[in-house]
């Protein structure tokens, strides 16, 4: 069974920091792709950044970037210039090979300080 | 191209009643996703459908629960005989599920059910 594990249950960081929440996982799969969503306290569940297996670069979505270790089973989300609405939820999200139902980690809360 | 859209957003339902929540994809999805969250809890998967059919309903509840993708219309989430403990919020996510795996799934605005 894959399992996803976020370690961190809360955060803060003072607004225009850098932020980094981290994420493991277990899996036997070689191609794969990793996903973090965001929970804003509206509780939608919004797509921050989607990540390959097979790709060597890590994804990027303007302030919002990764950090991507196959070997290590390690998907951490770095967030830069940290925004007021960037305070959330942060769930870390591993599909399972062939019905791509999604496996979620804990979650961290994160807070960005005025 | 509106997104996924679930409704109604919220529902108060006493013990023993049913309750109803629906989901439409987006526009060109076919497979469809429900999970639930409990409070203070991450989601959890419950099942996937696709038109017509049931794929994967392994984590569903075995008794009052059931879902539904018809042909035509949205798909429907039903819970029967609700209990506090149903208490949740219950998201629906679509992917379009072509060639490629492993799509994108994009989440609604989830139903949040309350039973007093």
């Known amino acids: 069974a894959q399992t996803v594990t976020q370690s961190q249950p809360e955060m803060s960081v003072q607004e225009a920091e850098t932020v980094t929440l981290s994420c493991t996982y277990d899996t036997s799969e070689n191609n794969y792709y990793l996903f973090w969503y965001k929970q804003p306290p509206s509780r939608q569940m919004i797509l921050v950044i989607r990540q390959e297996a097979y790709k060597q670069q890590n994804a990027t979505e303007n302030r919002f970037s990764v950090n991507f270790q196959k070997a290590a089973k390690s998907f951490s989300l770095k967030i830069s210039d940290s925004q007021l609405g960037d305070t959330a939820m942060y769930f870390c999200a591993f599909p399972n090979f062939g019905n791509e139902k999604l496996t979620f980690g804990t979650g961290t809360r994160l807070t960005i300080i005025p | 191209n509106a997104g996924v859209m679930q409704n109604p957003r919220h529902l108060v339902r006493r013990r023993g009643q049913e309750a109803r929540l629906r989901c439409s994809p987006m526009?060109?999805?076919?497979?469809v996703y429900w999970y639930r969250q409990l409070p203070e809890e991450g989601l959890k998967f419950m099942v996937y459908l696709q038109k017509e059919n049931i794929i994967d309903e392994s984590g569903m509840p075995k008794e009052r629960f059931s879902a539904e993708f018809p042909k035509e219309g949205p798909s429907i989430l039903r819970i029967q005989q609700v209990v506090r403990g149903d208490s949740a919020a219950y998201f629906c996510?679509?992917?379009?599920?072509?060639?490629?795996?492993?799509?994108?799934?994009?989440f609604g605005p989830g139903t949040r059910l309350l039973v007093l």
């Open positions: 996510a679509s992917s379009p599920r072509t060639v490629e795996y492993q799509e994108t799934q994009y």
């Open positions: 526009k060109g999805h076919s497979h």
